[in-house]
């Protein structure tokens, strides 16, 4: 048995710049309410007839991972690619990433767990590369939001929150057990599958005869929707949960976490959940207040701009943790 441990991380968000102010030209918001409720000031969109897709976001962060983790492309063992965005309905953007990057055939996978998506996407790579069958694995978040949400006041409980970016990291194989990936730690809840959810149906649940019949403007499905409180309520039990999990597995207590970078999706529940633990300012990384809420590029875009600032130093005790759609949850206990 091996441990993995992060050996490179990049991420990439669009220059294009989008202020709470420029949200309520388009929709009744303001920028107290914004900030109050989320603490976020601005966040990121592609240009609306730019050429930026998902995949190709990805990629640009991937590019940097790999330089960063001092190895070749074509090291690359295997590719897992978390969106909740896709660039087509299929094929996922894994296999895409393994084109643009112009690598071998390695294997690629797509991973549907949207605000989790990065951490079940770092459980699976740290799988393959604990059991020895992968050395180098390629995990990437990246996420378009801005070309699916609802930007009038219909839609305003939701498309404020999320904004554009992608962020990538390189596991690799660590020999000492003492470093790396210590545990991570997966849930779900489907009864609560259709509180943060896009209910389009998929094409096992409807004919797409009579989606293209139907074309209806009105039809409200096409954009995501969410029970903002609900959703609140239980993120800020099951963080804890999942954080005190990974924790009590390897005899650790929280005033042993270094850095913990949860999934960006509102400040006060970073806040929370740092006060239930009892952490600093130092020790809890956020950066929602300039990208909002990437989804699965949430936590590898802070992790990279956390590494980046010097906040994660050898040694330290890192914590990752996400909740969010399906419901789905995790962590990751990481020695640096
Ligand atoms: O990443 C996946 C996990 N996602 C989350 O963890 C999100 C969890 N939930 C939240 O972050 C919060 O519930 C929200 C930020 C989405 C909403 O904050 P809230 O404090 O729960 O507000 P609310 O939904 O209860 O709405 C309060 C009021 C309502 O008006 P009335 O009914 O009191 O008159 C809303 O219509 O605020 C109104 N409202 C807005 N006002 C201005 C909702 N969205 C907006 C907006 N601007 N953008």
């Not at 929280?254 to 999706?265: E, F, G, S, Y």
């Not at 956020?286 to 130093?313: D, H, R, V």
């Amino acid at each position: 048995m091996y441990n993995s441990k992060i050996t490179g991380l990049g991420f990439f968000v669009p220059d294009n710049v989008v202020t709470n102010d420029d949200l309520s030209k388009l929709m009744d918001t303001n920028d107290a309410w914004i900030q109050e409720r989320t603490g976020i000031k601005e966040r990121r969109h592609v240009a609306k007839n730019g050429e930026e897709t998902t995949t190709s976001m990805g990629v640009k962060a991937a590019k940097i991972a790999i330089e960063r983790a001092g190895i070749d492309k074509n090291d690359i063992d295997f590719i897992v690619f978390a969106t909740l965005s896709p660039d087509y309905y299929f094929p996922g953007p894994g296999v895409l990433v393994q084109r643009d990057l112009g690598i071998k055939t390695v294997g690629a996978l797509d991973v549907r767990n949207q605000c989790s998506g990065f951490v079940y996407a770092v459980s699976i790579a740290d799988q393959y590369i604990k059991s020895g069958m992968y050395k180098n694995v390629l995990v990437i978040g990246s996420e378009i939001h801005s070309k699916g949400l609802d930007m009038t006041t219909r839609g305003r409980g939701v498309s404020v929150i999320f904004g554009d970016g992608a962020g990538a990291a390189i596991l690799s194989r660590e020999e000492d057990p003492a470093k790396g990936i210590l545990s991570t730690h997966l849930h779900s809840e489907g009864q609560h599958a259709e509180e943060l959810a896009l209910l389009a149906p998929g094409m096992g649940g409807r004919w797409v005869n009579d989606i293209v019949s139907d074309n209806n403007p009105e039809d409200e499905s096409y954009y995501p929707v969410m029970n903002g409180q609900f959703v609140f309520k239980n993120a800020v039990v099951r963080f804890s949960e999942v954080i005190m999990e990974g924790l009590n597995k390897n005899n650790l207590k929280p005033t042993d976490i270094d850095m913990l970078v949860p999934h960006q999706a509102n400040l006060r529940i970073s806040q929370f959940i740092q006060k239930k633990f009892g952490l600093g300012n130092d020790q809890v990384f956020n950066n929602i207040m300039k990208y909002g809420n990437t989804t699965a590029a949430s936590i590898p875009i802070a992790l990279t701009e956390a590494w980046e600032e010097g906040k994660i130093k050898s040694g330290d005790l890192v914590v990752l943790a996400a909740f969010g759609s399906g419901f789905t949850w995790g962590s990751v206990i990481i020695r640096w």
